[in-house]
């Protein structure tokens, strides 16, 4: 019965292990879900501010294109 008393052990330490490892997750889980929601707003800040600058980009190469049509006209 020594054999399984050692096999038995090492499965009691291995299900410590798993249950502490678990814990660990969800506590992390649940510290990227508040990150994340966090994030969002910012995430929406950085798409807006891109869209005005590739609409400035627009306008300025328009107002080229613009200025160099009234040049070789």
């Known amino acids: 019965m020594g054999k399984l008393d ?3 052990d090492k ?3 291995i299900d410590v292990t798993l249950a ?5 997750l969800k ?3 649940r510290r990227t879900e508040i990150l994340e929601t966090k994030l969002e707003p910012v995430e ?3 798409a807006m501010v891109n869209g005005a600058v590739k609409f400035i980009m627009l306008i300025g190469i328009s107002i080229g294109i613009w200025e160099g049509l009234k040049h070789i006209l």
């Open 27 to 29: 506590d992390h889980i």
């Open 20 to 24: 502490a490892q678990h814990e660990t």
């Open 6 to 8: 050692k096999v038995y």
């Open 44 to 46: 929406k800040h950085v």
């Open 11 to 13: 499965l009691q330490a």
